[in-house]
């Protein structure tokens, strides 16, 4: 009887079928980099990241390469508790070009983040180049101290709005919506809701039926309509 189910055991593992990962080249994947550091919220850097690495698994479409990059491969705390160890490190040369970069919040994004100007000029630089940039919640605070968002509309986390319109009263800024997007960037309220902000970038890339389909497997009910979301000026890139 042991044997029979060691056995057993041995045929249920084996019947697994494992995940089809689409190999990544060089040129054909968008490069998604996730700036992380200490403080950082687990939900807005996850969502991203969980919705645009299941890109891999789709055919028939121009994958993302997600990573992390920080101002150090130093560990790296979450607000949680969770201990990262980041891909890249910006004050270096050794990272792929960003094509999109996603700008989760974190813990002092409303002070001394903003104080930080090795990190505040990368973001700028890098947004200036890149095709998309992304932020979740209070993430918009720091493409605002870049002085990305002064000629798009913009949102953050519901509850910092006010804060948010005080610190940057030149912004347009939307606080009825869960996601803007205007020209190429993209703000969200942050929170569970990162998840559709992921989503409508996939969609706009992709088309809806994979964004259903990448909701799908991390079962989200996805339907564009249904998101409150507010779209300006789109960029051609």
Known sequence: MRYLVIALLFISCTEVPTPKVMP???????????????????TELTAPMDIFQHTQYREGIKPMEVFTIAKSKEQITSFEGLKILPDYNYTS?????????VVPSAEHHLDT??????????????????????????????????????SVASTTFPSDIDKYKEMFPQLLVKD??????????????????????????????????????????????????????????????
Not at 29 to 34: E, I, Q, R, S
Not at 114 to 142: N, P, R, Y
Not at 197 to 219: C, I, K, N, S
Request: glycine share 8%.
């Open 93 to 101: 040369n050794d990272y792929p070009a960003i094509d999109i970069l």
């Open 113 to 150: 983040d903003l104080e930080d100007k090795t990190m505040i000029d990368w973001v700028e630089a890098t947004a200036q180049k890149a095709l998309f940039v992304t932020s979740h919640c209070d993430g918009a605070f720091v493409l605002a101290k870049a002085g990305l968002l002064d």
């Open 24 to 42: 990544l080249q060089k040129n054909d994947t968008y490069k998604v980099g996730l700036l992380i550091m200490d403080g950082v919220y687990n």
């Open 176 to 237: 009825s919506v869960l996601f803007v997007h205007d020209d190429k960037y993209i703000t969200s309220a942050g929170g569970a809701k990162s998840f559709e902000a992921a989503l409508y970038l996939t969609e706009h890339l992709y088309g809806a039926a994979v964004a259903r389909r990448l909701a799908q497997g991390l079962v989200i009910d996805w339907d564009l309509e249904k998101v409150p979301h507010f779209i300006g000026t789109i960029s051609k890139n």
